[in-house]
């Protein structure tokens, strides 16, 4: 695979010398000549200076081949977006990662279309959230392997879900619901399910995303 | 009749008094407070302190019924994407951005914003000048 990453700070260099020992093939540009020095020393050929924004810098890394994927991991949002938009809309590159510093502009990566982004400050939040326990929901079982985890949420009362089908909730990709227990009986948990408050629901979703599901199921906040 | 200025450097600043002194609304944005001086003391406009990418800073400058946006920070990227948010995110009728390297003003050209690129218009009026050149006899 051919990877060309923006950026050679913390992140950018941890991620070239990860790809590279997996045998990948990969460049590094960095803007900052006393970076670029120390990346040189360790990744020869392999590092550029420059600024990844720049068409130019961009063609010399060798953009135009194109790359398998882009990451953009600069320190500022609005050079990974750029390098992003780029990478994708000019040289038709099939993939762009692009690093989220402040997750405030999570949202301009949403409106022109970069994804996936990765926020470090977004999964210490989702981790730390992960961590407090929430007393309508229990966790039942986690997959760490396969990052996902099983927990049980009991319907609130007047919550977005109540009364509704589970094929009416538009759940996110990250979420699904497996089962339905009421009156204690249980039943597979389908499109035309219909959710009531008092019942037991047992979903599956990505760790961290337990928001979404007590945003539906739980009884509004207010 | 309103418009936002993010950026008041040399060109922000004085392109917000002129838009004031052509009866527009104007709020000038900015990160440092030094903007305030480029702007005069007596600046009547509104001044918001924060970064061009803040959603809440543009939302309080009025960004959502403002009929025009000009960008004009020191940043070629910032300018970039704070435009495509102000079009395509509120959807403001005219939006204008610096952009000073002449393949990223090219390669966001026509996406329902103006650019203006200061280094092609240095190179077009320079290359006329050139063309213009007597030689000594």
Known sequence: MFVIIGGGGKVGTNVTRTLLGLGHEVVVIEQNRLRYESLEEEFQHRARYGDATELH????????????????????????????????????????VARVND???????????????????????????????????????????????????????????????IEELRLPDTLRLISIMREGAAEI?????????????????????????????????? | MKAIVVGCGRVGSAL??????????????????????????????EFHLGHG????????????????????????NTNIVVAQVAKLRYEVPSVAARIHDPARAKFYANRGFDIVSPTSAAIDQLTEWVSGIEVRA
């Open chain 1, 189 to 222: 948990a389908v499109g035309s399910t219909e959710l009531h408050a008092g019942d037991q629901v047992l979903a599956i979703l990505e760790p961290g995303k337990e928001e979404d599901l007590c945003e539906l199921l739980l009884a509004g906040k207010g």
């Open chain 2, 53 to 76: 990418m803040d959603t809440a800073m543009l939302e309080a400058a009025g960004i959502q019924d403002a009929d025009a946006v000009v960008v004009a920070t020191d940043g070629d």
């Open chain 2, 16 to 45: 917000a008094k002129v838009l004031h002194a052509s009866g527009w609304e104007v709020a000038a944005v900015d990160e440092s407070e030094e903007a305030l001086r480029r702007l005069g003391e007596r600046w009547p406009g």
């Open chain 1, 57 to 96: 810098v961009l063609e010399d890394a060798g953009i135009g081949r194109p790359p398998d994927i882009v990451v953009a991991a600069t320190g500022d949002d609005e050079d990974n977006l750029v390098i992003s938009q780029l990478a994708q809309e000019r040289y038709g590159v099939a993939k762009a």
């Open chain 1, 103 to 165: 997750p405030r502009n999570e949202v301009h990566f949403d409106l022109l279309g970069i994804s996936p982004t990765v926020s470090a400050t977004s999964m210490v939040m989702a981790l730390i959230q992960h961590e407090v326990p929430q007393h309508e929901l229990v966790h039942l079982l986690e997959l760490r392997k396969e990052n996902l985890e099983i927990v049980e949420v009991e319907i609130g009362s007047g919550a977005p879900a109540d009364g509704k089908r």
